[in-house]
C-alpha cells in the first residue's frame, strides 16, 4: 500500500522524548493509546517506530495524508482515550505524559517524487532517519544536491521532506525489513557530513554544505500500526 512507502504528498510527523526510568511504564501505557486508536470510530493509518540507536530515547508516529484536509479526520489523543475508555482514559493519559520529556508534531511535505519500487502491504521494520538544520537561504541548493544524491538510490529509495507547519528541517526516511538493508543509506550520510557529491566544476563539498548547521540520525524499529 502507498502510505507504507512514504509516497503521500503530506505527512504528520509526531515526535516523542521518553524519561529513560520510565521507559518500561512507557511502552505499557503507549500500548493502551494504541488500543483505543484502533478501537474508536476514526480510522485514520499511522504507524509507530522507537529509537533503536540515535541520540536519544524517542517514540515516533507518521500518519501519512493525502491532502492537508486529512488533518481533520486526525482525533486527539485525550479525546480517544476518554471515546474509549471513560474517565480512566484521563487518568491513563496523565500516567502517558509523566513518561515524556518532551512532544511535538510537524506536519511535512514531500520534497522528492513519488517512487514505488515495491508493495508494501503493512509499514517497514525499521527506518532509517534524518534530520537535518539547513539555513532557510540555503535550502533551496542543499535540498537540489541531497535530492541527486537521493536519486541514484532506486533500489531502496531515500524519501525527502520539508516542513510545512513546525520547526523548519529537511527530513530524510529510508526503509528496510531489516537493519542491514539500511546500509544502503551508508552513501547519503557519508555525503551529509563529508560534503555532497559534486559534479565535476561544481565546486567542493564543503560549499554546498555551507548551509547544514546540524544533523541527527536514527535508526529506528517498528512497534504498531493501523490501516484504514
Same mark, same amino acid.
Given at each position: 500500500?502507498?502510505q507504507?512507502?512514504?509516497q503521500?504528498?503530506?505527512?504528520?510527523?509526531?515526535r516523542?522524548?521518553?524519561?529513560?526510568?520510565?521507559?518500561?511504564?512507557?511502552?505499557?501505557?503507549?500500548?493502551?493509546v494504541?488500543?483505543?486508536?484502533?478501537?474508536?470510530?476514526?480510522?485514520?493509518?499511522?504507524s509507530?517506530?522507537?529509537?533503536?540507536?540515535?541520540?536519544?530515547?524517542?517514540a515516533?508516529?507518521?500518519?501519512?495524508?493525502?491532502?492537508?484536509?486529512?488533518?481533520? *479526520?486526525?482525533? *486527539?489523543?485525550?479525546r480517544?482515550?476518554?471515546?474509549?475508555?471513560?474517565?480512566?482514559?484521563?487518568?491513563?493519559?496523565?500516567?502517558?505524559q509523566?513518561?515524556?520529556?518532551?512532544?511535538?508534531?510537524?506536519?511535512?511535505?514531500?520534497i522528492?517524487?513519488?517512487?514505488m519500487?515495491?508493495?508494501?502491504?503493512?509499514?517497514?521494520?525499521?527506518?532509517?532517519?534524518?534530520?537535518?538544520?539547513?539555513?532557510?537561504? +540555503?535550502?533551496p541548493?542543499?535540498?537540489?544536491r541531497?535530492?541527486?544524491?537521493?536519486?541514484?538510490?532506486?533500489?531502496?529509495?531515500?524519501?525527502?521532506?520539508?516542513?510545512?507547519?513546525?520547526a523548519?528541517?529537511? +527530513?530524510g526516511?529510508?526503509?528496510?525489513?531489516?537493519?542491514?538493508?539500511l546500509?544502503?543509506?551508508?552513501?547519503?550520510?557519508?555525503?551529509?557530513? *563529508?560534503?555532497?557529491?559534486?559534479e565535476?566544476?561544481?565546486?567542493?563539498g564543503?560549499?554546498?554544505?555551507?548551509?547544514?548547521?546540524? *544533523?541527527?540520525?536514527?535508526?529506528?524499529?517498528?512497534?504498531g +500500526?493501523?490501516?484504514?
Open positions: 500500500m502507498a507504507w512507502q512514504f503521500s504528498p503530506y505527512c504528520l510527523f509526531v516523542t522524548s521518553v524519561r529513560r526510568e520510565r521507559y518500561a511504564a512507557f511502552k505499557d501505557l503507549a500500548a493502551s494504541a488500543f483505543a486508536y484502533r478501537q474508536h470510530a476514526s480510522r485514520v493509518p499511522w509507530a517506530y522507537a529509537t533503536v540507536a540515535g541520540p536519544s530515547l524517542q515516533f508516529i507518521l500518519v501519512p495524508l493525502e491532502n492537508l484536509q486529512d488533518m481533520d *479526520s486526525v482525533t *486527539s489523543m485525550e480517544v482515550m476518554v471515546d474509549v475508555y471513560g474517565d480512566a482514559g484521563r487518568q491513563t493519559m496523565a500516567q502517558f509523566d513518561c515524556v520529556l518532551e512532544m511535538g508534531a510537524s506536519v511535512l511535505n514531500r522528492t517524487p513519488a517512487n519500487p515495491s508493495v508494501r502491504t503493512e509499514p517497514p521494520q525499521f527506518l532509517y532517519y534524518a534530520n537535518l538544520d539547513v539555513r532557510p537561504a +540555503h535550502v541548493h542543499f535540498v537540489a541531497l535530492s541527486h544524491v537521493a536519486a541514484k538510490q532506486a533500489q531502496n529509495p531515500f524519501n525527502l521532506f520539508g516542513t510545512f507547519a513546525g523548519t528541517r529537511i +527530513h526516511f529510508m526503509a528496510g525489513d531489516s537493519i542491514g538493508d546500509v544502503a543509506a551508508e552513501p547519503i550520510q557519508r555525503q551529509v557530513i *563529508s560534503g555532497l557529491e559534486q565535476p566544476g561544481e565546486g567542493t564543503a560549499q554546498s554544505l555551507e548551509g547544514l548547521l546540524a *544533523s541527527e540520525t536514527s535508526i529506528l524499529r517498528y512497534i +500500526h493501523q490501516g484504514t
